[in-house]
């Protein structure tokens, strides 16, 4: 611990600086414990920029035979929990559109899909038939990978 001897030169000057210091600042008061205002901008760009669609079939007729067909299918895949979609067939501006031509997977996940969710475990639609032409997007990268790897 050092000592400095209030009487001498060496303590006075420093003092007499330190009180310089304050007394140059006008009268403004300044809060220091604020922090400065800095403007911030910044824009995130998208996680996924390829989409896929699939659309049912027209011509699909679904039977006993080309339901097992579509079980082993979806069976195959090892497809876990769930992947957001949308019906329809608008995707946002700018993005890259992957058209998948494999018929059953079309069918698989048109007729698997809930509202806008499908799920793994989900039974195939008993009217496949009313479902004709129905197109469902998304962005789920498994999906993207399925229907690249169908091509």
């Not at 509202?115 to 989900?122: D, M, N, Y």
């Not at 032409?133 to 498994?142: A, E, Y």
């Amino acid at each position: 611990m050092i000592r400095l001897d209030p009487t001498s030169q060496e303590t006075k000057r420093h003092a007499a600086v330190e009180i310089a210091d304050i007394s140059d600042q006008s009268g403004v008061l300044h809060n220091m414990s604020a922090r400065p205002y800095t403007p911030v901008t910044f824009s995130v760009r998208p996680l996924r920029n390829t989409w896929v669609s699939f659309t049912m079939p027209r011509q699909f007729r679904r039977n006993d035979a080309v339901r097992v067909r579509l079980d082993a299918a979806w069976a195959a895949l090892s497809f876990t929990g769930a992947a957001l979609v949308q019906i329809g067939g608008s995707t946002p501006n700018g993005m890259r559109v992957i058209t998948c031509r494999n018929k059953e997977l079309a069918a698989n996940i048109v007729l698997r899909t809930r509202g806008s969710l499908l799920l793994a475990e989900t039974g195939l639609l008993d009217d496949a038939a009313e479902f004709a032409g129905t197109t469902v997007i998304s962005s789920d990268l498994r999906l993207v990978k399925w229907a690249g790897d169908a091509r």
